[in-house]
């Protein structure tokens, strides 16, 4: 069954360095998520991207972080100056074209700002 | 504000029993809501979809309900099992129809 891959799982990072998360989203989706849950908090909306934009981002996603489609198949998440309230779990997601379709997640990639 | 509100404490239940969590909501206008199963360490995986249309959806032991006039939706586990554990979210559409929100999820723990 297709899924939704992120790289890395886990990445340690000092504070104020950069970092970014890479996904590969399910071929054929043509809406692209990012999420966040900070630990024992809810998913949180970051992002959505659509037809090579951003479609929404939430008040979370200020000018320290940004997404790009590099290429027809990845989907990545840069986030600058990381802070210690970044250390968070960063989910990417998919979803099919049209109305009512589920989001498909990926694994994950644990972020952990020092 | 919108508000998706779950069960804050943990539901432990007996393995055969039925559990049910609850998901309210507050300044939505939902044209459907979801619930979503997430493992510790795991990304949310989809479980079902119900229409503001449809009073009942039913998958194998998975039954959920959503009243729109009490801005409510129930999910039921029946015969519930030890591999049912886990954290249920609820989840709707933002706004612009692009994206969901979630709720906090409520922790199920089923015993043997």
């Known amino acids: 069954e297709p899924e939704v891959t992120q790289t890395p799982s886990h990445q340690v990072t000092q504070m104020g360095q950069e970092v970014i998360l890479r996904c590969v989203p399910i071929?054929?989706?043509?809406?692209f998520y990012w999420y966040r849950q900070i630990l024992g908090q809810k998913v949180e909306f970051l992002v959505s991207f659509y037809n090579n934009e951003i479609s929404e981002k939430s008040e979370i996603f200020d000018d320290q972080f940004s997404v790009e489609r590099p290429d027809g198949s990845n989907f990545t998440l840069k986030i600058r100056s990381t802070k210690l309230e970044d250390s968070a779990m960063y989910f990417c997601?998919?979803?099919?074209?049209?109305?009512?379709?589920?989001?498909?997640f990926g694994e994950g990639s644990w972020l952990t700002v020092v | 504000s919108q508000k998706i509100e779950q069960n804050s404490e943990a539901l432990n239940i007996q393995e055969g029993k039925t559990a049910t969590l609850t998901c309210n909501y507050t300044?939505?206008?939902?044209?459907?809501l979801q619930w979503y199963r997430q493992d510790p360490g795991r990304g949310p995986v989809f479980l079902l979809l119900?229409?503001?249309?449809?009073k009942e959806k039913r998958k194998e032991r998975l039954k959920v309900t959503f009243d729109t006039t009490l801005k409510q939706s129930l999910f039921h586990i029946t015969a519930s099992q030890p591999a049912d554990s886990a954290t249920y979210l609820c989840?709707?559409?933002?706004?612009?129809?692009?994206?969901?929100?979630f709720g906090k999820g409520t922790s199920l723990l089923v015993t043997p």
């Open positions: 989840a709707l559409v933002r706004n612009s129809g692009y994206a969901l929100n």
């Open positions: 997601a998919s979803k099919p074209g049209g109305t009512g379709n589920t989001i498909y």
């Open positions: 119900i229409r503001e249309n449809e």
């Open positions: 071929s054929n989706h043509l809406y």
């Open positions: 300044n939505y206008s939902p044209a459907y």
